[in-house]
């Protein structure tokens, strides 16, 4: 038996397309010289959560995308607790870790509106859920950052 070819990785066009179908209000879609896009949108985990502004950013390439968290401040949500299950960040917001990348969770292929997006709408949800009880209940595995030898 052959293998089936695999699917093509959508281009940032076709990215572009799949997101501004999403029906949420004031999301906004930029490409930026064909080398990154851009999705802002606002979510809401549930009915009675807060509504935190995020930015999705990807890239033509087959890299895993980022989500950020840039409104309201998570850390300031949380008295400055440590925050479970997010990736460093330099810039302004929080980035989130969504799916664990040696079990293949996504694959460049899959869409966005199907993978990333809601996910980050559970992974709000379990941070509030966090912020009241103090225990992640989002499961999955986050391993610690080792610490630079140099810098």
């Known amino acids: 038996m052959g293998r089936y070819p695999s699917m093509p990785i959508p281009t940032l066009a076709q990215r572009a397309v799949e997101l501004r179908a999403l029906p949420l209000d004031g999301a906004r879609v930029t490409l930026h010289a064909g080398c990154l896009l851009r999705y802002r949108f606002s979510i809401s985990p549930s009915n009675f959560g807060r509504i935190y502004e995020c930015e999705l950013r990807v ?54 509106t199907e993978t990333y997006i809601p996910w980050a709408s559970e992974w709000l949800w379990y941070f509030e859920d966090w912020l009241t009880t103090g225990v992640w209940a989002g499961g999955g595995r986050h391993p610690e950052q080792r610490k630079k030898r140099w810098n």
């Open 59 to 112: 890239t033509p390439d087959a890299r895993a995308p980022e989500i950020l968290v840039l409104r309201p401040d998570l850390t300031i949500l949380a008295n400055k607790a440590s925050l479970p299950h997010i990736y460093p960040n330099k810039g302004p917001g929080t980035k989130l870790c969504l799916w664990w990348p040696k079990k293949r969770e996504w694959l460049p292929q899959m869409k966005l």
